[in-house]
């Protein structure tokens, strides 16, 4: 099992994203602690989580970090969870690009 799957839509990806950060960046892949769960690629983000803040600026960010429009990128699960899953509407983006994001940290 991975973090991303194709859909008949596109691509749809499972993220844990940390709000509040000092900077936007991948973190890596986790695991999650739950049974059946599998996989997830981790964000760190700037925005806090209020008033969807933190969801627009993970939706940026990929669509930045991918050199997509930002309309290619939807939330489709976890509008109030740091557990989420986007959709990218782009079947031919690679979503392995994601981790050339990763921090230093």
């Not at 989420?84 to 230093?104: C, E, F, H, S, Y």
């Amino acid at each position: 099992m991975s973090w991303y799957r194709r859909s008949s839509a596109g691509w749809v990806l499972n993220l844990h994203v940390q709000p509040g950060a000092k900077h936007a960046a991948v973190v890596g892949v986790v695991e999650s602690g739950q049974p059946g769960k599998g996989p997830s690629l981790k964000l760190r983000i700037p925005a806090p989580a209020l008033e969807g803040r933190a969801n627009a600026a993970v939706l940026r960010f990929i669509a930045k970090t991918l050199d997509l429009p930002r309309q290619s990128v939807q939330l489709l699960r976890g509008e109030h969870s740091r557990d989420k899953q986007i959709l990218i509407t782009q079947p031919g983006v690679d979503p392995q690009r994601l981790l050339q994001a990763r921090g230093n940290d």
